[in-house]
């Protein structure tokens, strides 16, 4: 077949051409039929169909919730990402298979250029969609391979009826995630857990209680084991100390995934006295680049808060900046010191305001946003967070998130001065408050707390928080985060 002078071969111009191509990638096999090959066109416009119609099939016969328990295992995100870039190979195949049907078959000069970049663009724009679905696969495998440990299992869940629809951690009424923070700065001594907060999920409706312990806590018991039998006299810290401490003695709890914080878990299952399924631990400091990648999150600022505003030693100088009394979006710099600020916050202020950016994070990180911001959010989460919640466990914890996003309550209680005094804590009452903390939410609204004064604890090493005008709260019963919060 010769190219003629005006670029077209046995009479079809090469514009011609291009258009039939352009609709061959929407309409697979039409160039084929175009240009006789009717058998052709059949099996390729079949094998099309049939790739439309599981798609579509699956998407309307699977539910969200068990599109999301499938996205959280790394084996089937493996075959996403072969499928998809054999599904972009295939259509790239196609357009450039349906002008070689039409022709012409050669051309030259400008003419030339012009067929080669209008074939570029096509198959860039045809493989696009599919590129960018294993893109996404491959950056949510990477994530789920370096965050969560490998529990042997093949990423199958374990102990759930392997369905959306059923009961998540079925036999189990609730899951326990104790949620550690660590607060590294120049006014801080090593890795402390200045956060901790057990949350508490009720696997039937998705309600959340937070349990919040100070960080300065004292007299902390240990459970028996090697903790106790390393301190028999007593633990000699803080409890935000306890990371640190077994971190620096190498042999103890060898073998756990992070010593430290499989340290405070055990420690704070025997506070509580429930069992504390897994931990999530995160470094506020990075913390700020999670925020940013999320895009900001919106809270209730109640009271002038300084940025900075003490030096290493716990000196008073003059606040960087202040964040300003009332609602807003905050970045990660401003939520990063929306959580930890405290030149005239009591440490109890401070637990209050952490504990309403947690409730505010998971209420505004609907799908839309993490889908928009995916990479940002996986790179920040990969470089500050670390946990012992297995592969095998995230379906059911998909469909735990699920229900948590739909209309469940989030309630909390700290235990903090009067309700319990830091420097000499009644354990007892603490196990007891717990106990009633996760009974369901009663259908009244929720206490509101009562304005109290708080209790000095005994000098340590961490500096002691100043006098301020603003007063913690605590009451004996769970309270409404939302309410509390200043949202509602």
Same mark, same amino acid.
Not at 32 to 54: D, P, T
Not at 167 to 190: C, E, I, Q, Y
Not at 395 to 418: C, N, W, Y
């Given at each position: 077949?010769?190219?003629?002078?005006?670029?077209?071969?046995?009479?079809?111009?090469?514009?011609?051409?291009?258009?039939?191509?352009?609709?061959?990638? %929407?309409?697979?096999?039409?160039?084929? +039929?175009?240009?006789?090959?009717?058998?052709?066109?059949?099996? #390729?416009?079949?094998?099309?169909?049939?790739? %439309?119609?599981?798609?579509?099939?699956?998407?309307?016969?699977?539910?969200?919730?068990?599109?999301?328990?499938?996205?959280?295992?790394?084996?089937?995100?493996?075959?996403?990402?072969?499928?998809?870039?054999?599904?972009?190979?295939? +259509?790239? %195949?196609?357009?450039?298979?349906?002008?070689?049907?039409?022709?012409?078959?050669?051309?030259?000069?400008?003419?030339?250029?012009?067929?080669?970049?209008?074939?570029?663009?096509?198959?860039?724009?045809?493989?696009?969609?599919?590129?960018?679905?294993?893109?996404?696969?491959? =950056?949510?495998?990477?994530?789920?391979?370096?965050?969560?440990?490998?529990?042997?299992?093949?990423?199958?869940?374990? @102990?759930?009826?392997?369905?959306?629809?059923?009961?998540?951690?079925?036999?189990?009424?609730?899951?326990?995630?104790?949620?550690? !923070?660590?607060?590294?700065?120049?006014?801080?001594?090593?890795?402390?857990?200045?956060?901790?907060? !057990?949350?508490?999920?009720?696997?039937?409706?998705?309600?959340?209680?937070?349990?919040?312990?100070?960080?300065?806590?004292?007299?902390?018991?240990?459970?028996?084991?090697?903790?106790?039998?390393?301190? &028999?006299?007593?633990?000699?810290?803080?409890?935000?100390?306890?990371?640190? =401490?077994?971190?620096?003695? &190498?042999?103890?709890? !060898?073998?756990?995934?992070?010593?430290?914080?499989?340290?405070?878990?055990?420690?704070?299952?025997?506070?509580?006295?429930?069992?504390?399924?897994?931990?999530?631990?995160?470094?506020?400091?990075?913390?700020?680049?999670?925020?940013?990648?999320?895009?900001?999150?919106?809270?209730?600022?109640?009271?002038? =808060?300084? #940025?900075?505003?003490?030096?290493?030693?716990?000196?008073?100088?003059?606040?960087?900046?202040?964040?300003?009394?009332?609602?807003?979006?905050?970045?990660?710099?401003?939520?990063?010191?929306?959580?930890?600020?405290?030149?005239?916050?009591?440490?109890?202020?401070?637990?209050?305001?952490?504990?309403? =950016?947690?409730?505010?994070?998971?209420?505004?990180?609907?799908? #839309?946003?993490?889908?928009?911001?995916?990479?940002?959010?996986?790179?920040?989460?990969?470089?500050?967070?670390?946990?012992? #919640?297995?592969?095998?466990?995230?379906?059911?914890?998909?469909?735990?998130?699920?229900?948590?996003?739909? @209309?469940?309550?989030?309630?909390?209680?700290?235990?903090?001065?009067?309700?319990?005094?830091?420097?000499?804590?009644?354990?007892?009452?603490?196990?007891?408050?717990?106990?009633?903390?996760?009974?369901?939410?009663?259908?009244?609204?929720?206490?509101?707390?009562?304005?109290?004064?708080?209790?000095?604890?005994?000098?340590?090493?961490?500096?002691?928080?100043?006098?301020?005008?603003?007063?913690?709260?605590?009451?004996?019963?769970?309270?409404?985060?939302?309410?509390?919060?200043?949202?509602?």
């Amino acid at each position: 077949m010769h190219a003629h002078p005006s670029g077209t071969s046995a009479g079809r111009p090469v514009g011609r051409s291009l258009a039939i191509t352009a609709a061959s990638a %929407v309409l697979p096999g039409l160039a084929h +039929w175009v240009a006789g090959r009717h058998r052709s066109a059949m099996v #390729i416009g079949s094998l099309a169909l049939i790739l %439309v119609g599981s798609l579509v099939g699956l998407a309307m016969t699977t539910s969200r919730t068990e599109l999301l328990r499938l996205a959280v295992r790394p084996g089937w995100l493996a075959g996403l990402i072969g499928g998809s870039l054999v599904v972009a190979l295939a +259509w790239v %195949v196609l357009v450039t298979g349906s002008y070689r049907v039409l022709g012409p078959v050669r051309t030259s000069g400008a003419t030339h250029a012009g067929v080669v970049l209008g074939l570029t663009l096509l198959s860039l724009l045809v493989a696009a969609p599919p590129v960018a679905v294993a893109r996404y696969a491959y =950056l949510q495998r990477d994530l789920i391979t370096n965050l969560f440990p490998d529990d042997g299992t093949g990423g199958l869940a374990v @102990g759930s009826d392997g369905s959306a629809s059923g009961n998540p951690f079925a036999g189990k009424d609730r899951v326990t995630v104790l949620l550690l !923070a660590s607060d590294a700065g120049p006014d801080r001594t090593g890795a402390r857990t200045d956060s901790m907060v !057990a949350a508490s999920i009720d696997t039937h409706t998705g309600d959340v209680v937070l349990l919040s312990l100070p960080r300065n806590l004292q007299e902390v018991p240990l459970p028996p084991g090697p903790l106790r039998e390393e301190w &028999p006299n007593g633990f000699p810290d803080l409890l935000n100390g306890v990371y640190e =401490l077994v971190t620096e003695r &190498p042999n103890l709890l !060898a073998g756990a995934h992070d010593r430290g914080a499989e340290a405070i878990k055990q420690v704070v299952a025997y506070i509580l006295g429930i069992p504390i399924d897994y931990y999530a631990m995160v470094d506020l400091a990075g913390f700020e680049k999670f925020v940013n990648a999320l895009g900001g999150v919106t809270v209730t600022v109640t009271e002038r =808060l300084p #940025i900075g505003g003490l030096t290493a030693s716990g000196a008073r100088v003059p606040p960087i900046d202040y964040l300003e009394p009332g609602t807003r979006r905050l970045n990660g710099y401003q939520a990063l010191w929306y959580a930890r600020s405290r030149r005239d916050s009591t440490d109890y202020d401070r637990m209050l305001r952490q504990r309403c =950016l947690i409730g505010a994070t998971v209420r505004q990180a609907d799908p #839309i946003t993490v889908l928009r911001r995916f990479q940002e959010l996986t790179s920040a989460t990969k470089k500050l967070a670390s946990t012992d #919640i297995p592969r095998s466990v995230l379906p059911d914890l998909v469909t735990l998130g699920e229900r948590m996003h739909q @209309g469940s309550k989030i309630r909390s209680i700290a235990f903090v001065p009067p309700l319990i005094v830091t420097g000499n804590p009644n354990y007892a009452k603490i196990r007891l408050l717990t106990r009633r903390a996760l009974k369901p939410a009663p259908a009244t609204a929720s206490s509101t707390p009562t304005p109290t004064a708080s209790a000095s604890p005994r000098p340590t090493r961490s500096p002691a928080p100043r006098p301020t005008t603003t007063t913690p709260r605590a009451t004996s019963a769970p309270v409404d985060v939302d309410s509390s919060c200043g949202i509602g």
